[in-house]
């Protein structure tokens, strides 16, 4: 993250610099509809890009998984952007979805990791994450920095549209350049997520819930879960468990709730609450503040205070931890699981 914000932000005023995509600004700024278009752990980054731009820029975005965008005849368009988010900057399904939208006549923009790879290069403009080379198969460091870039992008976009003020963009800027000491916090004592993989690497399924920032990032968790230590594992909107996920929870079934939002927090504890009705094993990622959450969860993992938006780059860090030690428990190779490959090129 740290690459990531460096010479883009300045918190002295306000202000974000974006080489890659200064020229095309105007355009985004007076898009009709921004699509973004991703798979796997990329399109996790892109519903929380979804809920930032529609937050701090109130620009409505749809979230396309890029697998299956050329299938539905898409309505898109001149004056349309999609945003292309790819770690590998490869992944054919994401090359097949943004030649399609440039087909159409739509702009193309690049969130990319790789330099030069092929998503950057047939992209209209693009940012680059600079999150380094990704060691193992699974995106990591890629989701973080992914955000990061988005999170930039909507805070551009909110003050080019007067959504939110330079004052705000100037508060937002801090707290995000402080992100990458909050994420050093969470990795520099993992005891009590070690405790709980110990535990748990032999449930044959686990439930994340997640409520506004924590949806994407409860997905992500199940995903890396699925990715790397082979258990089954769903991500819900923690509003959803009642819509039938309910009917699964028992006194087997870890439940991992991710309560770093605020202004979702009373309805977490009553969701917490319905877990712990059915006894189901809660294990909570919630702020040091949050009492109420650590007093109801039979485990809590504790992460640093920051502002909701910023919440899932923080909050999905214990989750990366749990999957990663919980793989190792069970002796997978977690730098390169079976079946997944590193770009999926068909
Ligand atoms: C997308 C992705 C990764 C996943 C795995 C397979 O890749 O689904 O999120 O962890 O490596 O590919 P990308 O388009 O972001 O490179």
Redesign the pocket.
Known sequence: ISDCLRGRINSEDGTITLGGIEDVMDKLVNAKRVVIA??????HSGLVGEYLFEYLAKVPVEVEYASEFRYKEPLIGEGDVMIA???????AD?LAALREAKARGALVLGVV?VVGST?ARETDAGVYIHAGPEIG???TK?FTAQVTVLTMMAIKLGLEKGTITKTRATELITELSRIPAKIEEVLEDTTEIQRISNLFSYAPNFLYLGRSYSFPVALEGA?KLK?ISYIHAEGYPAAEMKHGPIALIDEMMPVVVIAATHHTNDKMISNIEEVRARKGRIIAISTSENTEVADLAEFTTIIPETMDVFSPLVSVIPLQLLSYYIAVNRGCNVDQPRN?????TV
């Not at 988010?85 to 992944?91: F, H, L, P």
């Not at 997944?340 to 999926?344: T, Y």
């Open positions: 991703a798979c796997g752990t990329s399109w988010i790819s770690q590998s900057g490869e992944t994401t990791n998503i198969v699974a995106s890629a995903l990715e997944l490959a590193k770009s999926v």
